[in-house]
């Protein structure tokens, strides 16, 4: 047993008579709306605690620098 890995499964359904490329869509979104790709990508190689907050603080400055740049507007 995959010890609960199934459910981490994004799954989506087929409607009657809906194409194959529509229902595609909506994986992708689901997929992109659960940060799964994002996780997978992230747990490729290990990344240390200092190059996290080191991260972090750049993804905090560049989002503060936006909310003031727009701010006015």
Do not use: C, H, Q, W
């Not at 890995?5 to 992708?28: C, H, I, Q, T, W």
């Not at 990344?47 to 907050?53: G, Q």
């Amino acid at each position: 047993m995959l010890k609960g890995r199934e459910s981490d499964l994004s799954e989506v359904k087929l409607k009657k008579g809906e194409p194959v490329d529509r229902a595609l869509r909506r994986l992708k979104k689901k997929v992109d709306r659960e940060n799964t790709i994002k996780d997978v990508r992230a747990r490729r190689s290990f990344e240390k605690p200092s190059e996290r907050r080191r991260r972090k603080l750049k993804v905090a400055k560049f989002s503060a620098m936006l909310s003031a740049r727009y701010a006015d507007v």
